[in-house]
């Protein structure tokens, strides 16, 4: 029906495995891509421009910003980050579904630039789970553990802001179920309306 693909906005707290299900996912199906970020940073060895990130200079960004040309951005650590808008437009109107794997903070931003996207947020089975997850990395202290334990209490505060929420007890679990809120998104009759008016309400 509608030939234009699916915004879909990941979030969820650190420790949480978005990232993996967002990676599986696109291993899985090719109905979906992953978006592409643009930065201030100097890129990385092997990092390749448009690829890895789209990489801009400080006035550059500022400029783009300005411009109204991101859907969402941030700045870390003295560098900017954002989700260039041209270049997920482009992909949605080539009918290709984006995925935004970005911070609560992003995902209210992209919401009130396009607010057609569907808003996914990534939980754990406990809140248990999560802290067990985080210390099973091994690569972080008691302290940063405890702050990463304190911010995503207050990312759950704005859960009632996305449209579901994903459990992700095990990854292949959690990608079944976002392709079939992918499916379920693409038959909302808002989103087909015009094409069936044409096609069958005349």
Known sequence: MTKKGLLLVVSGPSGVGKGTICKEYLSKYDDCALSVSA?????????VDGVSYFFLSHDEFRKKIDAGGFLEHAVFCDNY??????????????GKNVILEIEVQGA??????????????????SMEE???RL????????????????????????????????????????????????????????????????????
């Open 130 to 132: 999560l802290e067990n």
């Open 39 to 47: 930065t201030t940073r100097a890129p990385r060895e092997g990092e």
């Open 135 to 202: 210390r099973g990395r091994g690569t972080e202290t008691d302290d940063v553990i405890a702050k990463r334990l304190q911010r995503a209490k207050a990312e759950f505060k704005y859960i009632d802001k996305y449209n579901y929420t994903l459990t992700n007890d095990t990854v292949e679990n959690a990608v079944c179920v976002l392709h079939s809120i992918i499916e379920a998104e693409k038959c909302v009759m808002a989103r087909n309306y015009e094409y069936l008016k044409e096609e069958f309400i005349k």
């Open 108 to 125: 209210l931003q992209v919401r009130s630039h396009y607010p057609e996207a569907v808003f996914v947020f990534v939980i754990p089975p």
């Open 81 to 94: 980050y954002g989700t260039p808008k041209d270049a997920v437009m482009e992909k949605l109107d080539e």
